[in-house]
T-cell receptor
Framework: DTAVSQTPKYLVTQMGNDKSIKCEQNLGHDTMYWYKQDSKKFLKIMFS???????INETVPNRFSPKSPDKAHLNLHINSLELGDSAVYFC?????????????FGSGTQLSVL | GQNIDQPTEMTATEGAIVQINCTYQ??????LFWYQQHAGEAPTFLSYNVLDGLEEKGRFSSFLSRSKGYSYLLLKELQMKDSASYLCAVKGSNSGYALNFGKGTSLLVTP
């Protein structure tokens, strides 16, 4: 069983569209994250949820809206997609937020906005 | 925010030893991590340091000096499969204790 799974793996869409990326973890972790990795491979934190509560919201356009229906799921919805949104988006989870637990990453979603 | 610096690229020969350095600035330091990322794949955990000193794990070792804001990852007996990007990441209070990554060091192992 995959520990952190995200879908879809590839997403190609037109500018202005709205799209969602789903993430699920079966590790029983309390904390989940979304990271964005740009073309220069820089991995940057976007959001973090702990037990369905938003705890980190970095400087991300409000076109990006995370939703956590339960602590095993953290989905990312993106409105009005722009060219600059093209990147690989990684979901991750950790046991909790306050300890120094390592992150487990999903396999990534490569988003291409045309 | 945090400043995390590491070399962009390194090249080493199969069987050799390579050291990848990382310097950082943060407040409320709460740990330093090293991750490995092969092209097209997710990052995977390699090591964690929170106290000064060397942590050894097989062919990989990681060192931390908190007073100097410095860490290194040491890879011994290099293998071709070690060609990957190595990401230094720091956890600190000025980012809400999220894990912040450096830009990664792309290591190429040559025959």
């Amino acid at each position: 069983d995959t520990a952190v799974s995200q879908t879809p793996k590839y997403l190609v869409t037109q500018m202005g569209n709205d799209k969602s990326i789903k993430c699920e973890q079966n590790l029983g972790h309390d904390t989940m994250y979304w990271y964005k990795q740009d073309s220069k491979k820089f991995l940057k934190i976007m959001f973090s949820y702990n037990n369905k509560e938003l705890i980190i919201n970095e400087t991300v356009p409000n076109r990006f809206s995370p939703k956590s229906p339960d602590k095993a799921h953290l989905n990312l919805h993106i409105n009005s997609l722009e060219l600059g949104d093209s990147a690989v988006y990684f979901c991750a989870s950790s046991q909790d937020f306050s300890t120094n637990e390592k992150l487990f990453f999903g396999s990534g979603t490569q988003l291409s906005v045309l | 925010g945090q400043n995390i610096d590491q070399p962009t690229e390194m090249t080493a020969t199969e069987g050799a030893i390579v050291q990848i350095n990382c310097t950082y600035q943060t407040s409320g330091f709460n740990g330093l991590f090293w991750y490995q990322q092969h092209a097209g794949e997710a990052p995977t955990f390699l090591s964690y340091n929170v106290l000064d000193g060397l942590e050894e794990k097989g062919r990989f070792s990681s060192f931390l000096s908190r007073s100097k804001g410095y860490s290194y990852l040491l890879l011994k007996e290099l293998q071709m499969k070690d060609s990957a990007s190595y990401l230094c990441a720091v956890k600190g209070s000025n980012s809400g204790y999220a894990l912040n990554f450096g830009k990664g060091t792309s290591l190429l192992v040559t025959p």
